[in-house]
């Protein structure tokens, strides 16, 4: 299964955007010249969440954290030459912008609150009243609406998909080796993951183990005796077309209805979770058809006169890897395990902290501890403290 080798100094569990970064980060990283294996369970990626994303990164966080990892992904974005080598390809990123809007108090001053944040670490997120989001976007409607926060230049769609093509092209050039298996159960002794048991009934010994298996990361810590609060949760993505097109790029729009919708090239893009949202199967990704015609059209129409005549052109159902505590990744070492290293629970916003999830854990692995950015307040050992923490910005 593993080819020549029976032990590596990090296995990680799962090769998709989250693993993938990780492994590079790694064996990039001077100081580390151990061996790495990639265990992946289906290398064709059609059901991870990183082939059903919407591929965005965004300033526009309410928690210090998360708006620094954001910071270091759109730097990462915008100079992916000077990390990856100069033969890389750049990362195109389409910045509209994310358009948030507030209709009560309460939320206008979570905006207020989060702009103050964002603009205090350099983003420059703006505050636009009614009047002025009348005058920006003339073809919304805006009548329930007190406030909105807008932040072209630093926000919009990346290429995601070129980014986790390069991460793992790039790893396995410099050695990664990656094993088509699933990871079935991991073999315990002292506090520590000794071996990687998998599917074809053999094993793998393991210095370190990363778990990126994502929506089926509560499985994996299972393994380990470990209880994850993260669970698979559908999420609806709609593709259409507009007779009349916006005579502008349509912002990632987060509608305090309960719905977002952007400019998608010269398509549009419209998201929304299902009426009750709750866990699914790892293996459900039926869609909800109604959903599109009784929800979200209705919606779309409401805000944007224009998208009364619209075509749907593609539609799919996608998982967030959802952490019931708070909506936020889990990152590094439970308490519970001295060498099980966790990144998970991202919710609606792994693509864009790979880059400082994938290098926050590799310096994790090589020096003991976070390095580059304290990753600390997303430290998966706040499950055992039970201590939220409470991003309002999520999606
Ligand atoms: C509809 C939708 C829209 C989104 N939009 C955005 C966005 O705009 N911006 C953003 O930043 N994020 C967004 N996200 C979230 C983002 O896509 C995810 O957070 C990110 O892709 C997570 O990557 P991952 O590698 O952790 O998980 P996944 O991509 O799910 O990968 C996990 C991998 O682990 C493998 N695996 C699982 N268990 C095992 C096992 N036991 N053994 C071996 N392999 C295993 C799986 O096969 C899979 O390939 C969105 C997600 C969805 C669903």
């Not at 009047?131 to 009548?143: E, H, I, Y």
């Not at 509560?218 to 393994?223: E, L």
């Not at 890897?321 to 966790?342: E, I, K, R, S, V």
């Amino acid at each position: 299964m593993t080819g020549e080798r029976s032990s590596f100094d990090v296995v990680i569990i799962g090769g998709a955007m989250i693993g993938s970064a990780v492994a590079w980060w790694l064996a990039r990283d001077r100081d580390f010249d151990g061996s790495i294996l990639v265990i992946e369970r289906d290398p064709s990626f059609e059901f991870a969440s990183t082939s059903h994303t919407n591929s965005c990164i965004r300033m526009q966080f309410g928690t210090k954290i998360n708006v620094a990892i954001s910071r270091f992904g759109l730097e990462f974005i915008g100079s992916f030459r000077e990390f990856a080598g100069e033969d890389a390809p750049e990362i195109h990123l389409d910045d509209f912008g994310y358009l948030y809007l507030a209709r009560d108090e309460p939320a206008a001053d979570r905006l207020r609150t989060a702009q103050a944040l964002q603009a205090r670490m350099g983003a420059g997120t703006k505050l636009l009243s009614s009047g002025q989001l009348r005058a920006a976007f003339p073809f919304m409607r805006f009548d329930d609406v007190i406030l909105g926060s807008h932040n072209p230049g630093e926000e919009g769609c990346f290429d995601g998909g070129t980014m986790f093509s390069e991460f793992r092209r790039r790893a396995r050039k410099m050695g990664v080796e990656e094993a088509r298996a699933e990871a079935t159960g991991l073999r315990m002794a002292g506090g520590r993951v000794t071996h990687v048991e998998l599917s074809d009934g053999s094993s793998v010994a393991c210095g370190h183990v990363v778990n990126a298996a994502g929506p089926r990361a509560a499985t994996v810590a299972a393994m380990a005796g470990i209880v994850l609060p993260v669970e698979p949760r559908k999420r609806y993505t709609f593709i259409f077309e507009a007779e009349d097109k916006l005579p502008r790029r349509l912002p990632l729009t987060v509608d305090p209805c309960g719905i977002h919708y952007r400019t998608d090239g010269g398509l549009y893009m419209a998201g929304c979770p299902p009426e009750t949202d709750g866990p699914c199967d790892a293996e459900d990704f039926e869609m909800d058809h109604a959903i599109w015609e009784e929800r979200v059209w209705p919606a779309l129409a409401e805000r944007i006169p224009a998208f009364e005549r619209i075509r749907l052109r593609n539609s799919w159902v996608g998982h967030y890897a959802y952490n019931t505590l708070d909506q936020n990744a889990l990152l590094g070492l439970h308490p519970g395990c001295d060498n099980l290293l966790f990144a998970n629970g991202f919710s609606g916003h792994g693509l864009q902290q790979a880059p400082a999830v994938g290098r926050g854990i590799a310096e994790h692995i090589i020096h003991g501890g976070w390095r580059s950015l304290d990753l600390s307040p997303l430290s998966v050992a706040r499950l055992v403290e039970g201590a939220p923490l409470t991003e309002a910005a999520v999606i």
